[in-house]
């Protein structure tokens, strides 16, 4: 027969504190990349634009994708595609807008 230990409901929450806690600085940190990257810097609760670069298909969604989750991160609110602009060199962008978390929290 295994060995067993028994373990206090104080200790099990503490170890499910932990993993909550690793889970949630993990996502900040994954976010928090990809927003300052298309965030203002002198208020990032304030409604922004943004210029994503367009990649090639399939992943061009992808991208928009990864930056609106961490905009909803922080905001509260996605981004959404405004227009696409086309630069003389044939290189495509994606026009954003994000309202922004005082406008998203209300």
């Not at 067993?4 to 504190?17: I, Q």
């Not at 954003?96 to 406008?103: A, E, L, V």
């Amino acid at each position: 027969m295994p060995d067993t230990k028994e373990v206090s409901m104080n200790e099990m929450s503490m170890g499910f504190d932990e993993a909550l806690k690793t889970k949630m600085f993990g996502d900040v940190a994954k976010h928090r990349v990809l927003f300052d990257e298309i965030c203002p810097t002198d208020d990032w609760k304030m409604p922004f634009n943004c210029r994503i670069e367009k990649l090639t298909p399939p992943y061009e969604i992808d991208k928009v994708y990864e930056y609106s989750e961490a905009c909803s991160f922080f905001t509260g609110a996605p981004l959404k595609i405004m227009a696409i602009e086309t630069t003389p060199e044939g290189d495509e962008f994606y026009h954003c807008y994000c309202k922004g978390y005082y406008n998203a929290m209300g």
